[in-house]
């Protein structure tokens, strides 16, 4: 069965420091990986996936992650943090080797960045 | 171009009431999703749709709920009766085509509280 681990509910980080959100899988198979951010009272916006290729992805707003086999991680990162970048980031994750096309969501990580 | 639409943004009713949430996936897309968000759960997949076909609605919780896509643009989901407990927020999202390396794009969902 295919999971996925954000092991931190929340991350605090200062405005224009590199902020990291952790995120582990577990698949079978060949992972795709995305991750999304919700704005509170707004749905999930997709911020960038990996499928195949290159293991650093670069997505919207600035954000970045990157894939690790050895360690079945995708972690999130930005290299200078924003106000406005404050949120609840999930991680999610799907295989081919599912038989259905569902895309398992972690719990989220709050995101706060202070000004 | 428009995102997933649903409706109404807000719903406050009594126990025992009939609920009907709605939305209007992408035009093109033809995968469409309904998810339940609660603090304590998070989010969860209650039922999607391929084709405007049910394909997995093993994560709805009761025989209470029911969903429907009558067509590839339109797409319900009723909760007769309401109950305390399914109050929560209540998104669809909807995808490309039927393929775990799609994204996901998500309406801005709809809040639901039963009294």
């Known amino acids: 069965a295919q999971s996925v681990a954000q092991p931190e509910d929340q991350v605090n980080v200062a405005e224009g420091n590199p902020l990291t959100v952790k995120c582990t899988y577990s698949?079978?198979?060949?992972?795709?990986l995305f991750w999304y951010v919700q704005y509170p009272n707004r749905g999930l916006q997709f911020l960038l996936k990996?499928?195949?290729?290159?293991?650093l992805v670069k997505g919207s707003y600035g954000f970045e992650a990157e894939f690790n086999k050895s360690q079945t991680s995708f972690h999130l990162k930005k290299p200078s943090a924003l106000v406005s970048d404050s949120a609840l980031y999930f991680c999610?994750?799907?295989?081919?080797?599912?038989?259905?096309?569902?895309?398992?969501f972690g719990k989220g990580t709050r995101l706060h960045i202070l000004p | 171009d428009a995102g997933v639409i649903q409706s109404p943004r807000h719903e406050v009713t009594e126990m025992g009431q009939e609920v009907t949430l709605r939305c209007k996936p992408i035009?093109?897309?033809?995968?469409l999703f309904w998810y339940r968000q609660t603090m304590m759960r998070g989010l969860e997949l209650l039922i999607y749709?391929?084709?405007?076909?049910?394909?997995?609605d093993s994560g709805m919780p009761e025989d209470r709920f029911s969903a429907k896509m009558p067509n590839a643009s339109f797409s319900t989901l009723k909760i007769q009766p309401s109950e305390p407990r399914d109050s929560a927020v209540y998104f669809c999202?909807?995808?490309?085509?039927?393929?775990?390396?799609?994204?996901?794009?998500f309406g801005d969902g709809t809040r639901l509280s039963i009294l």
């Open positions: 999202a909807s995808s490309l085509s039927r393929g775990v390396n799609q994204p996901q794009h």
């Open positions: 698949v079978s198979g060949n992972p795709y």
């Open positions: 990996y499928i195949t290729g290159d293991n």
């Open positions: 999610a994750v799907s295989s081919l080797m599912n038989r259905d096309d569902k895309i398992i």
């Open positions: 035009s093109g897309h033809n995968s």
């Open positions: 749709f391929n084709n405007n076909v049910p394909i997995d």
